[in-house]
């Protein structure tokens, strides 16, 4: 079955402005990366989201038969602009 591309769903979705890892504030214009996972139900949903000194680039671990993304994009205003799939592995 075909999934929806992620940066269709994802470019413009609001974020938060701290990084998940390292606790950092992200301002407007700064790059970020992203994991996101789409099931069935909920489609592409944002997981966490990273400065892109603490954000990987790749997968690394499978969840429970998820679609899964690393997305990197520019954060302005409180959303996700401009977002670019790094890395993608369909379940």
Not at 31 to 60: D, F, K, N
Not at 61 to 88: C, M, N, P, Y
């Amino acid at each position: 079955m075909s999934r929806p591309n992620p940066v269709k769903a994802l470019n413009g979705v609001r974020s938060g402005h701290i990084c998940d890892r390292c606790n950092k504030c992200v301002r407007t214009g700064d790059l970020v990366r992203a994991y996101t996972t789409h099931y069935e139900q909920e489609g592409w949903m944002l997981r966490q989201v990273r400065c892109v000194e603490c954000g990987e680039s790749t997968l690394e671990k499978e969840t429970d038969g998820a679609d899964e993304a690393i997305v990197e994009a520019l954060f302005w205003r409180h959303q996700l602009i401009s977002v670019k799939v790094r890395d993608w592995s369909p379940p």
